[in-house]
């Protein structure tokens, strides 16, 4: 009977000590989509390095600092003041000057600020004016200004003398302009709550304990300064408002009033005559829809809307004081501060 041949393929695979694996194949299709993807890439990529890299260079070349733009401008500025200044007070003080007794009442900041570039003769500056506010002795004010070069290796230059020009007019005299009240309406000023706010200011002159007898304030740890060395006058209420809800409803026991004090010397006789001065401030009423409102804070004209109770008070329980400060003194503007209670704890 004749046999059947095996088929050579059939044969090999069975006597090869390695077979090749079918999936390698894949994976070199996988690699190769892997290596075009990179290529893509870094042709994409190169010419933003490359401009990356003209950018670099271009910083270094112009000596620009590390510490960037703003640090620069800021560091700039300052120094050139300084020595925009000291020009400015030498040429005041010079022999003869026409602004002898001339002050310098204030630095307004820098104008006209120009950037020269660096250039293979030269290093890169920055052109700047200073601004002054001169007081002649006469009281009339200019505006003064003095150009300055700046460069961090080489520092700064005064340029020129300083430019003199008079201040621009003031607000014409017909312009009315007014603080915002929004969520605020115009009420009547009723005669309690002009009283209230007449005892407020009688106590603001008077002594810090009826000052906090004047706010109603209850907390024990709370003390007020007061006005020293004048009287109170007068008082009248400029303008008043109470606060509106959403729904249209005033709040008529709320009231925040601008109001003048006038002020005179405590210490002067009367026969040389009282000299007066008036001052304004904006004051908290709360009650003012009773018979007894009281004023429980005040500060400057126009933050009258965001007062809030007590707020000019101190606290002694060290909430707001140091922890290691267990007195208060008078403040720095001279007025008197009251005494805190004497304490009990600890005494049999």
């Known amino acids: 009977m004749p ?10 695979f069975d006597t090869a000590e390695a077979v090749p694996d079918l999936s390698a194949r894949a994976r070199g299709m996988r690699r190769y989509r892997a290596a075009r993807r990179a290529v893509f890439a870094s042709v994409i990529l190169a010419p933003l390095n490359v401009l990356g ?6 910083i270094v070349l112009n000596g620009v600092e590390t ?3 703003g640090t620069a401008q800021v560091e700039a500025t300052q120094t050139g003041r300084t020595q925009a200044e000291r020009s400015l007070e030498q040429w005041l003080a010079a022999d003869e000057s026409v602004f002898a007794g001339a002050e310098i009442t204030s630095w307004d900041g820098t104008s006209h600020v120009e950037a020269v570039e660096a250039t293979a003769q030269d290093i890169g500056y920055q052109l700047m004016t200073h601004d002054f506010t001169l007081r002649t002795a006469d009281g009339v004010y200019y505006r003064a200004a003095v150009r300055t070069a700046y460069s961090p290796s080489k520092g700064v230059k005064v340029l020129s003398t300083p430019t003199v020009t008079p201040l621009p007019p003031s607000a014409v005299a017909d312009w009315e302009p007014t603080e915002p009240t929004e969520g605020w309406e115009t009420t009547g000023d009723s005669a309690s709550t002009t009283d209230a706010i007449t ?14 007898l004047a706010t109603r304030d ?8 007061t006005l020293t060395g004048v ?7 400029i303008q008043a408002v109470s606060p509106v809800s959403d ?22 006789e009367e026969s040389t005559g009282e000299a007066s001065t008036t001052v304004q401030y904006d004051v908290l009423v709360r009650g003012a829809d009773t018979a007894a409102p009281y004023v429980t804070a005040w500060g400057a004209t126009g933050s009258g809307t965001g007062l809030s109770d007590y707020e000019n008070a101190a606290s002694l329980d060290g909430d707001v004081d140091d922890p290691t400060t267990d007195t208060s003194a008078a403040s720095d503007g001279g007025g008197e501060t009251a005494e805190p209670a004497p304490t009990t704890e600890g005494q049999e």
């Open 231 to 237: 009287d109170v006058t007068s008082v009248s209420i």
């Open 67 to 69: 510490t960037g733009p």
């Open 199 to 212: 005892s407020w200011a009688q106590a603001l002159a008077t002594s810090p304990n009826e000052l906090k």
């Open 247 to 268: 729904d249209g409803e005033m709040d008529s026991s709320t009231v925040v009033a601008t109001v003048s004090v006038e002020l005179t010397d405590a210490d002067a």
């Open 3 to 12: 046999t059947r041949r095996r088929h050579q393929v059939d044969d090999l």
């Open 218 to 225: 209850e907390d024990p740890a709370h003390v007020y300064s």
């Open 53 to 58: 890299l003209i950018l670099m260079f271009s």
